[in-house]
């Protein structure tokens, strides 16, 4: 894999080393990495359990009820998360955003949010602070998490017909609650509130224009539809090629149906392509994570529930940061061993799709361990 992977033993001796002083990776804000990617997004997963058992993610065959998640005292606690934010925010991160799994499955999860609310950033600004949901819990959470300090939303929302989203949650679950749910994250002021669909041909491509265009009618510019290539991630979804529907056809559906002009990317590392609606009605955005390959770009790096770090989405080993947490090292050496990690990573698996095969005994990580 395209990750460089450092054993635990050898980031604790570059943490602690004489030859390499503390000072030599202490954080300095502008952090990067071989390619010269700074760190500037911590995706921290809070839980590795989900309610729906979406096929591209935790297929029901796979994640039934034989399936041993991480138990409690082996997830992150939530001063122990904020620990490790506050040392990623003084290597020049800005933007945190919990993942699962769900995350709102996590209980008391306000008081975490409160927690990574009240850290800074290099320059003394509050990080963006965001959510990636599933919808099932937010009609209920999202005004305590807003008040807690959530800075935005952001839903997955597969289908718009009531069968087709039951079917691909497999769960049963009503679409309409999740529809509840953007209303009350709307309400609450979490703005814009971002919509995720990721498309699989010949199971939900049908659902691009209806549900469009109930995006469209019904909110405007207060939701942001995004559309997301169907992605080779983990080993268990039984990904194939042939089911995914390139972004640039998708966006020829689109402009045929609604007219769509270009937009400017928000920021130099935004994964989605911008498209606005020609009558003003809002704005779209693409994820052509298989045929147009971002890696060139990517400043996220990932914090799985148990404390390991990933600087890659396709990874297929981690960095342990909660031995460190948990076994006494100072908060310049947790800075230095995920300064070290960064600076020697080389990751562009997307780019080199098919090129590269994990080492024998070895699995890709699944989704669900450490978010989109």
């Known amino acids: 894999m395209g990750e460089s992977f450092i054993p635990l ?5 570059r943490a602690t080393s004489p030859v390499v002083p503390l000072d030599a990776t202490a954080p300095t804000g502008h952090l990067a990495d071989r390619l010269g990617r700074p760190l500037r997004d911590l995706r921290i997963s809070v839980t590795d359990r989900c309610n729906f058992r979406c096929g591209y993610c935790m297929p029901s065959e796979v994640f039934d009820r034989r399936y041993r998640f991480l138990p409690h005292d082996a997830l992150l606690s939530f001063e122990e998360i904020t620990r490790v934010a506050s040392v990623f925010l003084a290597h020049g991160v800005r933007k945190l955003r919990l993942t699962g799994g769900e995350p709102l499955l996590r209980k008391q999860l306000p008081s975490l949010v409160e927690q990574l609310a ?4 290099v320059d003394g600004t509050p990080p963006e602070l965001t959510l990636t949901t599933n919808g099932s819990l937010l009609a209920r959470l999202a005004r ?7 800075t935005r939303v952001t839903v997955s929302l597969d289908a718009l017909d009531d069968t087709v989203f039951r079917r691909m949650n497999d769960v049963d679950f009503p679409v309409a609650d999740v529809l509840r749910g953007v209303d009350a994250a709307l309400a609450a002021g979490l703005v814009p509130v971002k919509l995720n669909m990721v498309v699989r041909r010949g199971m939900n491509d049908h659902e691009i224009l209806p549900l469009a265009r109930h995006v469209r009618d019904t909110w405007g510019p207060a939701v942001r539809l995004r559309f997301i290539e169907y992605m080779d991630v983990g080993t268990s979804n039984g990904w194939r090629l042939d089911e995914v529907l390139p972004s640039e056809q998708l966006r020829e559906r689109l402009d045929a149906a609604f007219g769509l002009e270009p937009l400017l990317p928000a920021s130099p590392d935004e994964t ?4 606005r609606w020609r009558d003003g009605r809002g704005e779209i955005g693409l994820i052509s994570s298989v045929t147009k390959a971002f890696c060139g770009d ?7 529930t148990e404390g390991k770090l990933f600087t ?11 031995s460190l947490l948990r076994g ?3 908060d310049a050496q947790i800075a230095a061993a995920v300064g070290g990690v960064w600076s020697a990573r080389a990751d ?9 095969t994990a080492a024998p005994g070895e699995r890709r990580i699944e989704m669900h361990y450490i978010g989109g």
């Open 9 to 13: 033993a050898d980031l604790r001796a």
């Open 118 to 121: 009240a850290l800074r950033t």
């Open 144 to 150: 305590p998490l807003r008040e807690a300090g959530l």
């Open 272 to 275: 989605a392509e911008r498209w």
């Open 298 to 304: 990517c400043s996220r790096a990932r914090l799985s």
């Open 312 to 322: 890659c989405l396709f990874a297929t080993r981690g960095h342990d940061l909660r």
């Open 328 to 330: 006494g090292a100072s």
């Open 348 to 356: 562009r698996y997307s780019e080199q799709r098919g090129e590269h």
